[in-house]
Every structure is written in structure tokens, then in C-alpha cells.
């Protein structure tokens, strides 16, 4: 048990800094066993804040040689937890300088400077920083860098933020690299790497014509996975240049990849630190998902050089200010360069299978949290994910045109500053003149807001009336909520006709060039005139809002949606609603359980047969809702029993459809060879789609998937094939998994995705998983690796998880207590299976709980373990 109580951090404590840093200059001196750092801060005093305050830096596991202020050395300085304090110096400007001793080949945390493979590199947000240096570790102190590092000759690469300002020898052993980043930054966009690597170049002319070098760094083995993420890179600058007016600012745009990495990448100024799964791609080894994901996350990490870099976060409370618009970008610039309807529905499924979850468990938060023990464990998808609906609100709000003048306004208004949700808010009312006082309750209230409606036809008077009621779950620390500013962006279908109905109505809320209607109040009647005939209401069309939307539909109002809805993304959704009811109600074991399994199945087959579809719309609407996604929807939740229902319906739309998933499965076979391109990749998703139905109608079809494996030309048909194949024990699998490891072992990307192959096959227990461990593939200290086996079998693998009365809860809270002390960051994320433990039967809660007690009782427990855990555990 941690003897003492972590400190809580509140939003409301939040104090500007007493001094600034307005030039920071590093010498980092790389020697094999240690890596000394000296610093030289220039300092002022913040005329806002008291005079005489002592200085307050943080560090971390670093060894202090020596402190000086303006050359006196300063010996009465005092250490409290991370904090280095010093009496106040009598001048307002001053130069404190530090040299400590850092050891960055046994950081296993992956924070702060550390050696992945043989390479040197950092990574510094949240708070890694101070692991690096004494230093104000805090978004809102922003300083202008240079950066020189010394190393052997044998790190050929010497790499930090800005621009390259010299390098030479120092000796017959070492050499040395400067850079100088003229933008002010805060500590956490800082980076550096040293290693033995190779450079991919290419430039790009900006729209004032200004030439680029852009330069992706890899081992040399990966030479030939970069140049997707060139394209990528490429393609995302013009994108930011045509849509929101954003020019890139230094002259040179790097990327490196490394192999242990705790997150996707990060976004350092001008030399992007990727995790090498994020960046590495070739068409050999990559899937069209992954392709895809490379694309997102290229973008992501660049566009943050406006959002998130040059207008940064005031405290880390303001995460979701660059987290949340950096995704509502990122995935815009999915949708336009591939299928919009497509990209939303992919989004809403993580939103409603795993953020909606995170908001009704004991973890929710919300997008602005108010308080916090380890800001790691809020890099979540309620900051990222619902962060990013909440900015598309304000999209949908405003419209694209004043739109995009808020976000100038934006840029322009606080270029060069560290700001809040607030701001960017207000930007948002002071241009389209929209009062969004209301609307800011998306960032301090957390759970997901439920709208209920109901909807009746007037015949005489031509009118249809819909009547909204909304209200939102209690959530830990906020058991009131006051009512959303929702915008719910609807239409209505004819009954008779199909047809899109017109209408008009007098109702202020209603903006018609938007077909979006302002809901503000906890119940109010949208009255719409002039309607011709009695209509199936079409809601919260492309997921206009974060909620859950209940209106009662019949299982024929869902089916004609399915067929006539103008609005592609509400078709899908129709066609979901409707799969769900339907498993539901046999989880149930409802009395009309088996009526609706005919509905479904009719409904299916209707879009089988629809040769009007696009590949990728009919994969989607084709596919069932997940295990995940049905677990959210009621509790107790049997994990077992609703792998069974789930299973059966699976075989029995099979079978009963076996003709026509046949036909489909031959429909769908290649025409040519491999590109990731939309028709191809849509293609693919529907061939796996009548695969998965063929394999679960009849087991024998097995041999199929054997064949696509060894006949596919692409990484995305052999992963698909192999997984369905899992499904069905035999031992041609196995021989199948040992021959790819074989012939991919030495690709790392390729040996994770075996990994995790093994790791999600249903019938794989605990004794062979513990085993997975003890591979020479698998390592303790590489997040991948852990993502791939714990990551697989405890978060995508229910039915072997939640097997054998909870031994698969206790393998993973050894491996929690394991990482705890290697990787605090990666321990807390596994902890996600145990935060729902309430959702499950008695016997599933007891089980969990104990091992939640156990976890919390662990001496060394990490502040990021500590803060899930005993959240959960109230
Ligand atoms: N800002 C990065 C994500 C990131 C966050 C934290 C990290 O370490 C704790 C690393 C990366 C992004 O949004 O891409
Ligand atoms: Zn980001």
C-alpha cells in the first residue's frame, strides 16, 4: 500500500508562473553509461505576479552537480517532492544555471531522455521534461531553445527542435550537433535524438514559396517503410494550407521513428517522435488499416504545429483545447481525402463502443477536467475523441464559412501563447454573434447526455411534431447536471414515399440552411409545418451530438430508414439500431426474440443483394455490432452469454444467407494487384465480410480463409485470413502462425501483429498467454509488444478473458504489478478492463474487485496505477 496520499491537482488552484523563461540553452553530453545535461535559463520576473517569490523548478531521478544563479553558486536551495525551490534573487532578470547526471539506458518509463534500441531519444509531455533538467515543467512557460549535444561518433545522427545552427568534432571519438528553435515553446515540445540512423528526404513548396526539407530518420532496415508517411506528410501540409490558411513555419519538418514508444507519436516542434507501428509502412507489410491510421496519425502529429505548437495549452486541464480540435482535424482530413460518410461511421463506433464507456464508468471526466492525480491517465478518449465532437458542434453550429473565420481569429489572436478551452470558445461567439454560454457545459460536464424523442403526425393540420427531452447521468463528483446547448441536425422520410419531406416551421432553433435544430432546453416541441404525409423521422443525422438518442422506432420505421434515408451515415445507423435490438433481445431471451432474428436477417439480406451500395458503406452496414459496443448497452453483463448470442446469430445469418455470402465472397475476389486505394480497400472489407459470415455459418469453410492466406498478395487479406482461421482450432493454423513468424520475425511490426493474432484467437487461456510472454518476441519493456499480448487478449479478446473463473483477471493483474514499476503510464492504461468490473454479474465483480485490492495493496504503487485503481474501487 503507497504510504502516503498522492497530491490531487485542481483546475482552480491554476496560479500564472512567478517568472518566465525567455531563452533556454542545453548542452546534452551522451556518455555510455550516464548522459550529463547543463542548463542555462534566462529568467524574469512576471510583474503580475508578487515580487520576491522563490523560484519553483521540477526534476526527476536526475543528480544535481551544480546551481548557480549569474554565476554564484546557490547553495540554499530546498527540495520538496519534484520541486527544486530557491530563495528569490534580488534582480528581476537572471541566469540560473544547472548541470545534473541523467541515466537514460535503465529509463524504462519511457519519459524524459531514453534509449529505444540503440537510440538516444526523448519524449517530454506531459512532465518528462523534468526528467531531463531543472526546469518550470509547465505548458504556460515558453522559451526560445538551443540545443547542443555532444555524443560519440558512433550516433551519427544528432537531432533536436528548430533548425541546425552548427556541428563539428570535438575529438577522434565524439562530434557535436546545434540547433536553434527561434519559436518560444514550453518544455514539453522539446526533443532530441542521437543514433545511428538514416534520412529519407524530400521538400515541399509552401503557398508563399517558401522550399521545405522534409527528412524522415528510420533505422537503416527501414529505409523502405518511409514513403508513405512522406506522402502522408505531403499531402497534409497542402491540406492545412487549402482548408484552414495554416503555412508551415521552419525550414526543415523532421520525423523519427522509434520502436518503444508510449503512445502513437508526438508532436515535439519540428522533429515529430513517432512509435515506429505509427509510421513504418510498406505495401507488403502494412494493412489498409494501417495505412490508414499512418495517414491520421501524420496528419495529426503535423497539424499540431498550429494547434497545439503555436497556440498552445495554459495547464494541462486545457488538454482537449489541442487534443480535441487536432482530431476534429485529423479526421476531417481523412474524410475528404477518402469516404466521408464512411470515416464518421468508423468514429462513432470508437465513440459509442469506448469513450461512452470511459464516460459511465469511474473514470469520467469531463473534456476540461476539473482535477487530477497523474495527468497520463487523461490522455483519454473523452479528452481526444469526445473532445473533437465537441469542436465538430461548434462546426455544425456556426457552419463551414465562420467556421474556419473563428479559427483565424484564433490563430491570429493567440499566436505565440499558451491558452484555454475559453478562448477558443470565444473566438467561436465572437464571430458568428451565437451566445455559447450554454454550449461551454460540453467541457465541464462529464457522461454522455441521454435525448429522448418522440415524434407525431397531424394529418388534418399537415404538421409533425417532435418532442425532445434530454438529461444526463450522474457521473463521480457531478451528480446534477443542467441541460446541453445540442445541435441536432434532423430530417423527415415519408412513410408512403421514401422521399425526403419538405417542411417548414417558426421554431427560433431551427436553422434551415443548416437542417440543424438548437435544442437548449431539457424538453421542448419542434413543431414542423406543411408536412404531406405521415413521416419516419431521420435524427441526429452524422451524429450531430455526442449522446445517446432513444426514439421508438418500429423494427419497419428502422428498415425504412435503412432503405431511404438521404443521409448515408443514419442508414447505417438505422440498420445498427436495428442488429442491436435484435441481439438484445435474444440476450434477454425476449419473447419476441425470435420473430426480430427474422427481421434482421430480411433486413440483411436486402443489403446483400443491393448492388447500388458502395463496397465500403455495405462491409459497414453488413457487420454486427461488437461484443464491446452490446456490453455498453445493459447490465449485468454475462461476457460468456453474450459471446453465445452473439456467436449464434453470427451462424445463423451464415447459414440461412450462405448462397449469398457465397456469391458476395466471389464478387469480391481481386482484380488487381495491391494498392491502397478506396475501391480496393472497400473491396477487401467486403470479401472479409462474407468470409467471416461463410466461416461462422459453417466451419468447414475454414479452408477458404487458408487459402486467402496463401494466395493474397497483401498484409491486409493474410492478417484477416489468418484471424478468421483462428477462430477454428486446427492444427493447419498453427503451422500457418509458425510459418509467418518464420518469414516475419525480424520486421517488428510484423512480429507484433503475430502477436496479437495469437493473443485474440477465442480459444487461447491463460497458461498459453503466460507462455506468449516467455516468446523471444515478446519483451516487458516495449509498449507494442505489451499492447499486442496483454493489450489482445485483456481489451479484444473477451471470451478467453473473461473464461475460467477470473484466472485470465488474475494474469492480467500480475502483468499490472509488473509493469507498475517498469512503465507506470502503460500499467494504468491495462487497468481499463477492471474499471468496468460493476457493469458484470456478482461473481465477475467479486473476482475483479479482489484483484483490484490486490493491485492497490502494492508497496511501490505509481501515482498513474494508483489514481485508476482507487478510482475504481469507490
Ligand atoms: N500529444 C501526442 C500524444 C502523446 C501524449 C503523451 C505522450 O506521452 C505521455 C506521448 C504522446 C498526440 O496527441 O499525438
Ligand atoms: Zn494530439
Known amino acids: 500500500m503507497r504510504t502516503e496520499m498522492p497530491q490531487v491537482i485542481q483546475l482552480s488552484d491554476y496560479q500564472a508562473p512567478s517568472y518566465w523563461v525567455d531563452e533556454t540553452s542545453l548542452c546534452v553530453q551522451i556518455f555510455d553509461e550516464y548522459t550529463d545535461v547543463q542548463a542555462r535559463l534566462k529568467m524574469r520576473a512576471n510583474s503580475d505576479r508578487p515580487t520576491g517569490s522563490p523560484i519553483v523548478l521540477q526534476g526527476v531521478d536526475l543528480t544535481l552537480q551544480a546551481l548557480s544563479i549569474d554565476g554564484v553558486a546557490v547553495a540554499n536551495y530546498e527540495v520538496q517532492g519534484e520541486d527544486l525551490i530557491i530563495p528569490a534573487p534580488a534582480a528581476t532578470t537572471f541566469e540560473v544555471q544547472s548541470r545534473v547526471r541523467i541515466y537514460p539506458r535503465t529509463n524504462t518509463s519511457l519519459e524524459g531522455l531514453y534509449v529505444s534500441g540503440g537510440m538516444y531519444c526523448t519524449q517530454c509531455e506531459a512532465e518528462g521534461f523534468r526528467k531531463i533538467t531543472y526546469y518550470p515543467d509547465r505548458p504556460d512557460v515558453l522559451s526560445v531553445f538551443t540545443t547542443r549535444i555532444e555524443a560519440p561518433k558512433s550516433f551519427k545522427t544528432l537531432l533536436s527542435n528548430g533548425n541546425p545552427v552548427a556541428s563539428g568534432e570535438l575529438d577522434a571519438d565524439r562530434h557535436m550537433a546545434e540547433w536553434h528553435d527561434p519559436f518560444p515553446k514550453p518544455s514539453y515540445l522539446f526533443a532530441l535524438v542521437a543514433g545511428d540512423l538514416v534520412d529519407v ?48 513555419d521552419l525550414d526543415i519538418f523532421m520525423i523519427v521513428a522509434v520502436d518503444h514508444f508510449n503512445m502513437g507519436a508526438m508532436e515535439n516542434k519540428g522533429l515529430n517522435i513517432f512509435n515506429s507501428a505509427c509510421v513504418l509502412a510498406d505495401p507488403e507489410t502494412t494493412t489498409d488499416d494501417g495505412f490508414e491510421r499512418i495517414e491520421a496519425i501524420v496528419a495529426h502529429e503535423y497539424f499540431h504545429n498550429w494547434s497545439g505548437n503555436r497556440v498552445t495549452c495554459r495547464d494541462w486541464f486545457q488538454l482537449s483545447l489541442k487534443e480535441g480540435f487536432t482530431v476534429f482535424r485529423d479526421a476531417e482530413f481523412t474524410a475528404d481525402t477518402h469516404a466521408r460518410a464512411v470515416k464518421r461511421m468508423d468514429d462513432v463506433t470508437l465513440l459509442r463502443t469506448s469513450q461512452f464507456a470511459e464516460d459511465a464508468g469511474p473514470m469520467a471526466h469531463p473534456v476540461r477536467p476539473s482535477s487530477y492525480i497523474e495527468i497520463n491517465n487523461f490522455y483519454t478518449l473523452t479528452v481526444y475523441e469526445k473532445g473533437a465532437e465537441v469542436v465538430r458542434m461548434l462546426h455544425s453550429l456556426l457552419g463551414a464559412d465562420r467556421f474556419r473565420q473563428a479559427t483565424d481569429l484564433y ?7 499558451a491558452v484555454t478551452t475559453d478562448d477558443f470558445v470565444t473566438c467561436m461567439a465572437d464571430v458568428s454573434g451565437l451566445d455559447l454560454t450554454q454550449f461551454k457545459r460540453w467541457y465541464d460536464q462529464a457522461g454522455t447526455p441521454r435525448l429522448k424523442v418522440e415524434g407525431h403526425y397531424n394529418a388534418a393540420q399537415q404538421t409533425f411534431s417532435l418532442m425532445f427531452e434530454q438529461f444526463c447521468p450522474a457521473t463521480p463528483g457531478q451528480p446534477e447536471k443542467l441541460p446541453f446547448h445540442m445541435p441536432v441536425k434532423l430530417g423527415l422520410m415519408g412513410k408512403h414515399s421514401g422521399a425526403e419531406l419538405m417542411f417548414s416551421t417558426d421554431h ?11 435544442l437548449r432546453k431539457a424538453n421542448d416541441t419542434l413543431v414542423l409545418r406543411g408536412v404531406t404525409e405521415d413521416a419516419v423521422p431521420s435524427l441526429l443525422r452524422d451524429f450531430s451530438a455526442p449522446v445517446v438518442l432513444s426514439y421508438p422506432y418500429t423494427v419497419e420505421d428502422l428498415r425504412h430508414l435503412v432503405r431511404h434515408d438521404s443521409n448515408a451515415f443514419n442508414r447505417w445507423d438505422a440498420m445498427q439500431t436495428l442488429a442491436t435490438r435484435v441481439l438484445l433481445s435474444a440476450v434477454r431471451g425476449a419473447a419476441e426474440a425470435d420473430g426480430l432474428k427474422t427481421v434482421l436477417t430480411d433486413a440483411v439480406r436486402d443489403v446483400l443483394v443491393d448492388d447500388t451500395l458502395d463496397h465500403a458503406v455495405k462491409a459497414r452496414l453488413l457487420r454486427l455490432p461488437s461484443q464491446a459496443y452490446l456490453a455498453e448497452q445493459y447490465t449485468p453483463v454475462d461476457p460468456v452469454a453474450l459471446d453465445k448470442v452473439h456467436t449464434d446469430i453470427r451462424r445463423d445469418l451464415g447459414q440461412s444467407l450462405a448462397a449469398e455470402w457465397q456469391v458476395l465472397y466471389g464478387q469480391t475476389q ?29 466451419h468447414t469453410a475454414w479452408h477458404l480463409a487458408a487459402e486467402l492466406y496463401q494466395q493474397a498478395d497483401n498484409m491486409t487479406d493474410q492478417s484477416a485470413a489468418l484471424q478468421l482461421w483462428g477462430e477454428v ?3 493447419a493454423w498453427d503451422e500457418a502462425m509458425n510459418g509467418f513468424y518464420q518469414r516475419w520475425q525480424d520486421d517488428a511490426q510484423m512480429a507484433e501483429q503475430w502477436l496479437s493474432i495469437r493473443a485474440t484467437v477465442p480459444r487461447i487461456r491463460v497458461p498459453e498467454i503466460r507462455r506468449l510472454t516467455e516468446h523471444p518476441g515478446f519483451s516487458w519493456t516495449n509498449p507494442n509488444r505489451v ?24 494474469f492480467l493483474a500480475d502483468a499490472i504489478i509488473q509493469l507498475n514499476s517498469l512503465n507506470p503510464q502503460i500499467a494504468a492504461r491495462l487497468c481499463t478492463p477492471f474499471t468496468y468490473w460493476r457493469r458484470y454479474t456478482p461473481e465477475i465483480q467479486d473476482a475483479m474487485q479482489t484483484e483490484l485490492q490486490r493491485i492497490v495493496a502494492v508497496e511501490a504503487l505509481s501515482k498513474d496505477v494508483y489514481e485508476v485503481v482507487s478510482k475504481s474501487l469507490v
Open 201 to 248: 528526404r524530400d521538400t515541399f513548396v509552401t503557398c508563399t514559396g517558401r522550399t521545405i526539407d522534409l527528412r524522415i530518420y528510420v533505422e537503416p532496415h527501414n529505409r523502405h517503410k518511409t514513403a508513405f508517411a512522406l506522402s502522408s506528410l505531403k499531402k497534409s501540409m497542402t491540406w492545412d494550407e487549402t482548408v484552414y490558411g495554416r503555412e508551415y
Open 670 to 698: 481481386p482484380e488487381a494487384a495491391y494498392v491502397f486505394e478506396h475501391q480496393q480497400v472497400a473491396r477487401r472489407a467486403l470479401h472479409r465480410v462474407a468470409l467471416s459470415y461463410l466461416i461462422a455459418g459453417d
Open 508 to 518: 427560433p432553433g431551427y436553422d434551415a440552411t443548416l437542417q440543424t435544430f438548437s
Open 787 to 810: 499492447r499486442s499480448v496483454i493489450g489482445g487478449f485483456a481489451m479484444r479478446n473477451p471470451v478467453a478473458f473473461h473464461a475460467d473463473q477470473g484466472a485470465g483477471y488474475r
Open 729 to 731: 482450432a486446427n492444427e
Open 411 to 417: 490563430f491570429d489572436r493567440f499566436d505565440g501563447q
